[in-house]
Structure formats: structure tokens, C-alpha cells
């Protein structure tokens, strides 16, 4: 079950790969700036990933524009997550979760994916400028997306 409403975020560190090397993704860096919208995702190269994070691409500034940055979850590599962001044209922040330790946190760990092991569930968290979650779910199977138009509505309640 996904960790929920009015609750703090779990901060995290995790790892993403720009052109200069290795950086460090920390939800707390948003944390009286922007609100975040945290979208956790099983695999890279997968059909139904591919589609949620292009889809969310092509409209990151309908997020800036409700004033938050939105950081893609998975238990792939920096590496990987790289390699797909290049090849589908990827622009959502992407974050490395490859000891599942994040997914773990939120309560959006699936014990095991097609005989693939454990792998974090679809799931969507909104977290406010406090650090508190204001939008929790976790789609019924890996193949729904989250409610988008929930989660705007709720970041647009924020502003």
C-alpha cells in the first residue's frame, strides 16, 4: 500500500546520469521551493513506461507551470535510464532506485514482476514545499497510468 496523504515524504538520495557524470537527486532540494511530483515506474524499455514518460515530456511545462518538477522512479540504472532517455527522447528527470530502497519507502514495492523479481509498482506521489504527500496512488496493475488530471488538479490547489 502506498504511503498515505498527509504524510512526510521519505527523503531520498538517488543517483541520475547527466552529460558531466553522476548526480544526486534529493527530494528535499524541492522542499520550499516547488512541489514534486514523484512518479514511480517498473522498467526502462518497457511499452507502457515508454508511453507514460514520453506523454510527460511532451507536457512538463504544464508542471512547471503549476510550479513542480516531476522526477521519474525506477529500479533500472542511471545508466540504463540514460541510454532509454536518449533513444525515446526522454526529458523527465530520471532517479535510480537500484537498491529499491525508495520504492520501499513509499510502500510501492512489487514483490516480483513476471518472474523478473521485485520492481517498484506504477504509482504517483504529489509532495507539497513541506515535504508533506498531498496525492497518493498506485495504479490497480503496472499496465494503468496514474490520474493525471488529479494530480494537476491537486497541484493546482497548491498554488
Request: charged share 25%; net charge positive.
Given at each position: 500500500m502506498?504511503?498515505?496523504v498527509g504524510s512526510q515524504a521519505p527523503d531520498f538520495t538517488l543517483k541520475t546520469k547527466t552529460?558531466?557524470?553522476?548526480?544526486?537527486?534529493?527530494l528535499s532540494d524541492n522542499f520550499?521551493?516547488?512541489?514534486t511530483v514523484l512518479?514511480?515506474?517498473?522498467?526502462?524499455?518497457?511499452?507502457?513506461?515508454?508511453?507514460?514518460?514520453?506523454d510527460i515530456s511532451n507536457g512538463l511545462n504544464a508542471y512547471a507551470d503549476l510550479g513542480?518538477?516531476?522526477?521519474g522512479i525506477s529500479v533500472d540504472s542511471p545508466f540504463a535510464q540514460e541510454a532509454w532517455?536518449?533513444?525515446?527522447?526522454?526529458?523527465?528527470?530520471?532517479?535510480s532506485d537500484l537498491n529499491k530502497k525508495t520504492a520501499a519507502d513509499y510502500g510501492v514495492l512489487l514483490p516480483d514482476l513476471l518472474g523478473l523479481g521485485s520492481v517498484s509498482a506504477r504509482a504517483a506521489f504529489v509532495v507539497?514545499?513541506?515535504?508533506?504527500?498531498?496525492?497518493?496512488?498506485?495504479t490497480p496493475t503496472p499496465k494503468d497510468?496514474?490520474?493525471?488530471?488529479?494530480?494537476?488538479?491537486?497541484?493546482a490547489r497548491l498554488q
Open positions: 502506498p504511503i498515505p552529460d558531466a557524470g553522476l548526480a544526486d537527486v534529493r520550499g521551493k516547488k512541489n512518479l514511480f515506474f517498473p522498467l526502462a524499455f518497457t511499452s507502457v513506461c515508454t508511453r507514460e514518460m514520453c513542480a518538477e516531476v522526477i532517455a536518449k533513444q525515446e527522447k526522454i526529458t523527465v528527470k530520471l532517479a507539497d514545499k513541506q515535504g508533506v504527500v498531498q496525492y497518493s496512488e498506485q497510468l496514474p490520474n493525471f488530471e488529479a494530480i494537476k488538479a491537486v497541484l
